[in-house]
């Protein structure tokens, strides 16, 4: 039998309107979500900083998820994602503001950089996420990139590498699973993804 096309989505729940069309932050799961995730068998959820206003709250949202999804029937238990990179790219409101990559990059301490993934990890996992969409690899080889920059750990790709290993292992280790990004070669583009497609004119000896 095959899996259903819904475990190739992650939705996120990011606001909820009121009938007066009032939008206000999803903090707590609501009876649309739970029926939603409990009739889909959703992969896992995206969590953002409209879902973090506070360590309690986001603990108990993460667990409505998982009894959400549970109740659907024999799944698998959910992936609870989100972007905790550090620096620019944070989404918990409460806990520890780490470095960015650039300035990871910068001390080029494979040490200090597990210690900043692990401290990610162990605070990602408190909190009832299972997965984090980090760390950011892309090599910072295009100045007029406006998406990636200080995201980056380096324009060298070795320093790229050993700095991105070392954040993998120290993330993977505290039990959050680490997700490496973006799609090869975003460090190299002039367009934001998330509002135009990026094209990256390169011969293949450069790839």
């Known amino acids: 039998e095959k899996p259903p096309i819904s475990m190739m989505i992650m939705p996120a729940f990011r606001w909820k309107t009121d009938e007066d069309g009032n939008r206000s932050d999803v903090t707590e799961i609501t009876e649309d979500i739970a029926a939603s995730l409990g009739k889909h068998s959703f992969s896992g959820v995206i969590l953002f900083a409209q879902n973090t206003a506070t360590n309690e709250g986001t603990v108990r949202l993460t667990d409505a998820l998982q009894k959400a999804n549970a109740a659907g029937g024999d799944r698998p238990q ?21 470095m960015g990559n650039m300035a990871l ?15 990610i990890g162990s605070e990602a996992k408190a909190l009832g996420i299972n997965a984090d969409f980090a760390p950011d690899v892309d090599v910072n080889n295009n100045p007029a990139n406006p998406i990636i920059g200080v995201r980056s750990f380096s324009d060298d790709p070795q320093i790229v590498a050993a700095q ?6 120290a993330l993977n280790d505290t039990g959050v699973i680490s997700t490496l990004k973006h799609f090869p070669g975003h460090g190299d583009t002039d367009t934001d993804s998330h509002t135009g497609l990026p094209c990256i004119d390169k011969s293949y000896e450069e790839l």
């Open 105 to 119: 990059g910068a001390i080029n301490d494979t040490d200090t950089t597990a210690q900043v993934a692990t401290v």
């Open 164 to 169: 991105g290993s070392a954040f993998v292992q």
């Open 78 to 98: 959910l992936l609870i994602t989100t972007d905790q990179e550090g620096g620019n790219v944070t989404r918990f409101t409460q806990g520890t503001m780490m």
